[in-house]
């Protein structure tokens, strides 16, 4: 599966955003869809995963109640709605696909390209 992800940009802290992540050549519903972020000088961390029914999904602690991962099977598309941003949540945020749930990179096979999410306070 191929995946590209977009919806990044400049947003004042205590903003909201809301990610895309669009994918083509593959049965989207084979697999399961994460978000990843990596800010400046960091290693990359799981952000929230979703299964292919969209009934189960796992957040970090850091962004629970905060951040909502959902997708559309139907528009073979994922979310990231990011609310009451904060200067710790800038950072290039990736999505990837795997063959189940997982918070785990190593799990992910394939990866979008990353968008940018800034946060200005």
């Known amino acids: 599966v191929q995946l590209q992800a977009s919806g990044g940009g400049l947003v004042q802290a205590g903003g909201s955003l809301r990610l895309s992540c669009a994918a083509s050549?593959?049965?989207?519903?084979?697999?399961?869809l994460g978000w990843f972020r990596q800010a400046p000088g960091k290693e990359r961390e799981f952000v929230a995963a979703i299964d292919w029914t969209g009934r189960k999904t796992y957040s970090a602690n850091s962004v629970k109640g905060q951040f909502t991962i959902s997708r559309d099977n139907a528009e073979n598309t994922m979310y990231l709605q990011m609310n009451s941003l904060k200067s710790e949540d800038a950072a290039v945020y990736y999505c990837?696909?795997?063959?189940?749930?997982?918070?785990?990179?190593?799990?992910?096979?394939?990866w979008g390209q990353g968008t940018l999410v800034t946060v200005s306070s």
């Open positions: 990837a696909a795997a063959p189940f749930i997982s918070e785990s990179a190593t799990d992910f096979g394939s």
């Open positions: 050549v593959g049965t989207f519903t084979s697999y399961a």
